[in-house]
Structure formats: structure tokens, C-alpha cells
């Protein structure tokens, strides 16, 4: 297990990562694969002052922290949505609320998609 601190507007918050399996059994044999799992500790009146509960102030904090980490280019939509815990279809119709581009196309890209199709 390790120990990080997340800094949030002057305030200090433990960050505590941990590792672990996740197992799957099927018909054709058993398939493993290793996460990790971020905890951070952040005080009960901040989602008081929110007018929110706790369970949905940390679905905000995966949906933000996936939001960021795709506009970035760190993660795929999908993989975004994971971390979000929502499905690809749902994170792809939010990157708008957050101000963020659903698909990130360079000017060859945007250009080659609508140039005009010659018979």
C-alpha cells in the first residue's frame, strides 16, 4: 500500500493507493488482471456544503477525475468511463457539460472526414 498527498486548495489530502487481483471464471479457464484503487480522504462538511450526498460527491470526483485524465489523452473514453463507473454512451454525452471535446480530431483528420466524396 501506498501513501500519496493530494493538494486541494491549501488543504492537504492523504491519498491512499492500494493493489489488488480481480478474478474471472469462465468455461474456457480463469482470467486475472490487477487494479489499482485510489482513496481520498476529504471532510464530511464538504458535501454538506454542497447540498450533496457523500455517495454522489464521489461519483462527481470519478466522473471529474475521468473527464480530466480523457481530455488530457491519458485514457480512452472507455477507459474514462470506467473510471467513472458509467457506461461509454452516457461519459461521451457529458464530455459537454464538462467543456470537453468528445472526439479529439487534428486538422489532416477533420479534413479528410469532410472532404467531398468525387464519382
Same mark, same amino acid.
Given at each position: 500500500? !501506498? $501513501?500519496?498527498?493530494?493538494? #486541494?486548495? %491549501?488543504?492537504?489530502? +492523504?491519498? =491512499?493507493?492500494?493493489? $489488488?487481483?480481480?478474478?474471472?471464471? #469462465? +468455461? @474456457?479457464?480463469? $482470467?486475472?488482471? &490487477?487494479? *489499482?484503487?485510489?482513496?481520498?480522504? $476529504?471532510? !464530511?462538511?464538504? =458535501?454538506?456544503?454542497? @447540498?450533496?450526498?457523500?455517495?454522489?460527491?464521489?461519483?462527481?470526483?470519478?466522473?471529474?477525475?475521468?473527464? *480530466?485524465? /480523457? !481530455?488530457?489523452?491519458?485514457?480512452? #473514453?472507455? %477507459?474514462?468511463?470506467?473510471?467513472?463507473?458509467? #457506461?461509454?454512451?452516457? &461519459?461521451? /454525452?457529458?464530455?459537454?457539460?464538462?467543456?470537453?471535446?468528445?472526439?479529439?480530431?487534428?486538422?489532416?483528420?477533420?479534413?479528410?472526414? &469532410?472532404?467531398?466524396?468525387?464519382?
Amino acid at each position: 500500500m !501506498e $501513501y500519496l498527498w493530494l493538494f #486541494s486548495n %491549501q488543504t492537504l489530502l +492523504p491519498l =491512499t493507493i492500494q493493489s $489488488y487481483a480481480h478474478l474471472r471464471f #469462465s +468455461p @474456457g479457464g480463469a $482470467y486475472a488482471w &490487477f487494479v *489499482k484503487a485510489i482513496q481520498i480522504e $476529504y471532510p !464530511e462538511a464538504w =458535501t454538506a456544503a454542497a @447540498g450533496s450526498s457523500s455517495e454522489r460527491f464521489e461519483n462527481e470526483a470519478r466522473l471529474a477525475l475521468g473527464m *480530466k485524465l /480523457f !481530455e488530457m489523452g491519458r485514457l480512452t #473514453s472507455g %477507459q474514462a468511463s470506467q473510471l467513472a463507473g458509467i #457506461s461509454r454512451l452516457a &461519459f461521451l /454525452f457529458a464530455c459537454p457539460q464538462w467543456n470537453v471535446p468528445a472526439v479529439h480530431w487534428d486538422a489532416d483528420e477533420l479534413a479528410a472526414e &469532410f472532404k467531398p466524396i468525387r464519382m
